[in-house]
T-cell receptor
Framework: QKEVEQNSGPLSVPEGAIASLNCTYSDRGSQSFFWYRQYSGKSPELIMSIYSNGDKEDGRFTAQLNKASQYVSLLIRDSQPSDSATYLCAVKGNNAGNMLTFGGGTRLMVKP | EAGVTQFPSHSVIEKGQTVTLRCDPISGHDNLYWYRRVMGKEIKFLLHFVKESKQDESGMPNNRFLAERTGGTYSTLKVQPAELEDSGVYFC??????????FGPGTRLTVL
C-alpha cells in the first residue's frame, strides 16, 4: 500500500464546474497536509495547506480534512482552463523530520 | 524575490558517468531539501539540510549519491556512477525553519 494515494486521472470537468480531487494517506500520525499544483515542466506550487479536521477555504479552493478516515480533498469551484494541471497531495508526519510524502498526483483537465 | 533555482535544467549522460546537480535556495532559507521523481512514480524525499548539516538523509537510495551544502548556501547532488534507474526529475526545495517548502523547477536527468 502506498503511503499517500491519489487517482492519477485524468479528471475532466467542464469550465465553471466544481473539480473534486481526493487523497488518502496511511500514516495515522500525520499532522500536516498540503496541495501542490504543478504545470507541465514547472515547479510544484503550494496552493493549500490544512492541519485540522474540517474545511479551509481560500478563494475558489477548499481543502477538506478528515483524520478519522485518513482522507483529504481539494475542491476547485468555478474551474477555469488555467486550472488544468497536476495536483499533488503531500503529507508531513509528526516525527522530528520535515520531509513531505507525496501522492502520485491527479491530472485535472478543464475543458472550455 | 528570486525563487529556488536549479542547474542544469536537463542533463543527458551515459551509464557510468558522473553528474552534479546544483540547487540555489531562496536567500535566507536555512532548510534545503532534495526530492526526485522517477518515471511513473511519485515525488520522493531524498534528504534535508539545515544550513550545512544533514538533518535527514533517510531517502538517499545508495552510496552513489552524495549531497553537499558547504557554507550553508547552495547545494550539490552528485551521482557517481550513474545508473539507468537514476533517470528522473530531481527537485530542490527550501524553507524558512519548518515552514512552507518552495520548490525549484527541477533537473531532468536522463541516463542512457
Amino acid at each position: 500500500q502506498k503511503e499517500v494515494e491519489q487517482n492519477s486521472g485524468p479528471l475532466s470537468v467542464p469550465e465553471g464546474a466544481i473539480a473534486s480531487l481526493n487523497c488518502t494517506y496511511s500514516d495515522r500520525g500525520s499532522q500536516s497536509f498540503f496541495w501542490y499544483r504543478q504545470y507541465s515542466g514547472k515547479s510544484p506550487e503550494l496552493i493549500m495547506s490544512i492541519y485540522s479536521n474540517g474545511d479551509k477555504e481560500d478563494g475558489r479552493f477548499t481543502a477538506q480534512l478528515n483524520k478519522a478516515s485518513q482522507y483529504v480533498s481539494l475542491l476547485i469551484r468555478d474551474s477555469q482552463p488555467s486550472d488544468s494541471a497536476t495536483y499533488l497531495c503531500a503529507v508531513k508526519g509528526n516525527n522530528a523530520g520535515n520531509m513531505l510524502t507525496f501522492g502520485g498526483g491527479t491530472r485535472l483537465m478543464v475543458k472550455p | 524575490e528570486a525563487g529556488v533555482t536549479q542547474f542544469p535544467s536537463h542533463s543527458v549522460i551515459e551509464k557510468g558517468q558522473t553528474v552534479t546537480l546544483r540547487c540555489d535556495p531562496i536567500s535566507g532559507h536555512d532548510n534545503l531539501y532534495w526530492y526526485r521523481r522517477v518515471m511513473g512514480k511519485e515525488i520522493k524525499f531524498l534528504l534535508h539540510f539545515v544550513k550545512e548539516s544533514k538533518q535527514d538523509e533517510s531517502g538517499m537510495p545508495n552510496n552513489r549519491f552524495l549531497a553537499e551544502r558547504t557554507g550553508g548556501t547552495y547545494s550539490t547532488l552528485k551521482v557517481q556512477p550513474a545508473e539507468l534507474e537514476d533517470s528522473g526529475v530531481y527537485f530542490c526545495a527550501s524553507s524558512q525553519s519548518r515552514g512552507q517548502q518552495f520548490f525549484g523547477p527541477g533537473t531532468r536527468l536522463t541516463v542512457l
